[in-house]
């Protein structure tokens, strides 16, 4: 089992900034990807980004460029770095794993709302 545990959710003004981060805990040698997800309302979970162990990364397209993805292996904790955030990037946001297992594990969600 994975734990994790997101934070640095909150509300900001168009333009602003965000920086979430997630903690892992458990069996987090089993890890392989980690990323971030979000969900709006009414809408379906999507992909924000995501790094593999390799340190390969990729974006959704909206946030491609506004968006970085980091991670320190030594802590099990990655990030997720939001610039030039858009009232359209208001969602929860979701810390999610891929382990061996296979297994995919999910935080419980932050809010992020970006005011127009």
């Known amino acids: 089992q994975v734990q994790l545990v997101e934070s640095g959710g909150g509300l900001v003004q168009r333009g602003g900034s965000l920086r979430l981060s997630c903690v892992a805990a458990?069996?987090?040698?089993?890890?392989?990807?980690m990323g971030w997800y979000r969900q709006a309302p009414g809408k379906e979970r999507e992909m924000v980004a995501r790094?593999?162990?390799?340190?390969?990364?990729d974006y959704a397209d909206s946030v491609q460029g506004r968006f970085t993805i980091s991670r320190d292996n030594t802590r099990d904790t990655w990030f997720l770095q939001m610039n030039d955030l858009r009232p359209e990037d208001t969602a929860v946001y979701y810390c999610?794993?891929?382990?061996?297992?296979?297994?995919?594990?999910w935080g419980h969600g932050t809010q992020v709302t970006v005011s127009s």
């Open positions: 999610w794993c891929a382990s061996y297992g296979p297994e995919n594990y």
């Open positions: 458990g069996r987090t040698f089993t890890m392989y990807n």
């Open positions: 790094v593999t162990v390799g340190g390969s990364r």
